[in-house]
């Protein structure tokens, strides 16, 4: 079954400072992937989304992501944090196959910003 | 367009009891999801639709039932409800497509607490 770990349930970095979280997947396939952003006791919004083409993806608020096809991954950064920033971030994929109604989900980490 | 809602956004049941969660679009989205979010889990399928009159079991289906008589509205329902089932729910809906880069549009989300 498909799986996708997201590295670190919890992150901080300091305002103006890079911001990297890390989404692995397991399939052999490439399937589509997704990043997703939680605001506080809100639902979940979409920041980018990976389909086919180009590997570097740009999403909304200054995120973007670079599919990695032989490292399995899709790693989302920003290049200067924002204390707006702060949030929880859900890396999804679905499997190759599946409907646009099946994400698995990794299990999110929260990025905490420093001012 | 609403989008995705959701009522109630907070719920207390005691143990036994039975309720239903709404979850109605108004984006004339043929699929419609719900799933659960629990702390380090990230968000688990409950049950999906394909459309009216078309639902499926999702990763954690035991205690909950759904049925899609509109293509607007997919409610959840708890049986009995169980402390297990303390969590938080959302529904979502996308595009109908299965090769297609579609993402899912969520609701602001249910808290439900079962004591």
């Known amino acids: 079954a498909q799986s996708v770990t997201q590295l670190g349930s919890h992150v901080s970095v300091s305002e103006g400072a890079l911001v990297l979280l890390r989404c692995n997947y397991s399939s052999s396939v490439p399937p589509y992937l997704f990043w997703y952003v939680q605001y506080p006791n809100q639902g979940l919004q979409l920041l980018l989304k990976y389909t086919t083409g180009a590997t570097l993806v740009k999403g909304i608020n ?3 992501a670079e599919f990695k096809k032989s490292e399995t991954s899709f790693h ?3 290049p200067s944090a924002h204390m707006s920033d702060a ?5 999804a994929v679905r499997p190759p196959g599946q409907g646009a109604q099946k994400l698995v989900f990794g299990q999110g980490t929260r990025l905490t910003i420093n001012p | 367009n609403a989008g995705v809602t959701q009522t109630p956004k907070f719920q207390v049941l005691k143990t036994g009891q039975s309720m239903t969660l709404q979850c109605a679009q108004d984006m004339n ?3 419609m999801s719900w799933y659960r979010q629990d702390p380090g889990m990230g968000l688990r399928l409950i049950h ?3 459309g009216a009159g078309i639902t499926d079991q999702g990763e954690v289906p035991n205690g909950y039932n759904v049925s899609r008589s509109t293509t607007e509205d997919f409610p959840l329902r708890l049986l009995s409800a169980a402390p297990s089932q303390t969590s938080v ?3 979502a809906s996308s ?7 579609y993402e899912q549009y969520f609701g602001p989300g249910t808290r439900l607490t079962v004591t």
Do not use: N, W
């Open chain 1, 62 to 64: 200054g995120f973007e």
């Open chain 1, 76 to 78: 989302l950064t920003k």
């Open chain 1, 87 to 91: 949030a929880e971030y859900f890396c």
């Open chain 2, 29 to 31: 989205h043929e699929y």
């Open chain 2, 48 to 50: 999906y639709s394909v």
């Open chain 2, 89 to 91: 729910y959302f529904c």
């Open chain 2, 95 to 101: 595009i109908r497509g299965v090769a297609t880069p």
